[in-house]
């Protein structure tokens, strides 16, 4: 006579969305780009219904046996492209108030959206970007006050007001460019990634950033707690090691990218699944196109 199956105790998780570099209301040409990629508001438009979507798909139709808890928004800078550059003054959709306008109710409603599909509540914790600065601050990313005068601080506080009356929704917005987060028992450091540069040649990005861990570890070792993760944007590079994920873009490969000979990547965005036993237990990556 066969044994009745024990009843399985249901394992607990917390899926984490990398969400970042989305560089909205930039154009990439085309032509220009030899047919390699294009790049505008419409494209932006799907390209971000994708990642929504497709994060909705995966956590409720490939992770399976698992309850989650709820979901981590890591919003990691770069959300509109700027007008750090002239060029980008002239070839942008729109100056960066009317693409704030434009786009704030889109990422709301794709917040909405995963609350709506998954059923469970979302944290969204942003720090700003490069691109994000105001360039009547000038040139240079602000060392003083760099959060708050980034055009960035006026996306998520907008975002925030927008969503205040769904319970289901909470955000942790920091006039730090750096956040730590907890899931369960691990710690991540967010942070957009431009506080190092590459050093280019062999290695490329790695030397620089591994320098840059090491000493982020030193920090918050002393001063706070030390973290298990980085995770980082800037790059437009799916990465990832023993204390870092590098996030894709949103934008995809561009006439900066061509240029300057870098390796070619699709648009995407990283999302991995974080469990009380196992720190992160699965990485997935989120495809745009």
């Known amino acids: 006579m066969a044994t009745p199956a024990k009843k399985r105790r249901a394992h607990h998780a917390t899926p984490v969305l990398m969400l970042s570099d989305l560089h909205l209301d930039e154009r990439v040409d085309l032509e220009e780009m030899d047919g390699l990629n294009q790049y505008d508001r419409k494209i932006a438009e799907r390209r971000f219904t994708r990642i929504v979507e497709g994060t909705a798909a995966l956590l409720k ?26 060029e980008l003054a002239r070839t942008n959709e729109a100056p960066p108030a009317a693409s704030i306008a434009h786009w704030v109710p889109t990422l709301a409603s794709g917040i909405v959206y995963l609350a709506d599909e998954l059923d469970i509540p979302i944290h969204v914790a942003p720090v700003d970007g490069n691109h994000d600065r105001d360039p009547g601050m000038g040139r240079r990313t602000a060392k003083k006050q760099r959060a708050e005068s980034s055009l960035a601080w006026i996306i998520y506080n907008w975002l925030a007001d927008h969503l205040r009356t769904d319970p289901r929704v909470t955000f942790s917005i920091s006039v730090s ?15 957009h990634g431009d506080s ?47 204390d870092f994920f590098v996030n894709g873009s949103l934008k995809g490969y561009d006439e900066y990218a061509k240029d ?27 495809q745009a196109d």
């Open 260 to 286: 300057g000979g870098f390796g070619f990547e699709r648009p995407q965005q990283q999302l991995f699944i974080v469990t009380p036993e196992r720190g992160i237990a699965h990485r997935l990556t989120v």
């Open 177 to 191: 460019p750096e956040q730590l987060i907890d899931v369960y028992d691990t710690t991540f450091l967010l942070s």
């Open 196 to 242: 190092f540069r590459s050093a280019g040649g062999v290695g490329g990005l790695y030397p620089s950033m591994l320098k840059w861990l090491l000493r982020r570890h030193a920090l918050y070792s002393t001063t706070r707690k030390d973290f298990d993760f980085a995770l980082i944007g800037h790059w437009h590079q799916t990465l990832w090691g023993a």
């Open 61 to 86: 139709e490939y992770v399976a046996g698992l309850e989650l808890d709820g979901l981590l928004i890591a919003l990691l800078g770069d959300i509109i492209t700027g007008v750090i550059h002239d």
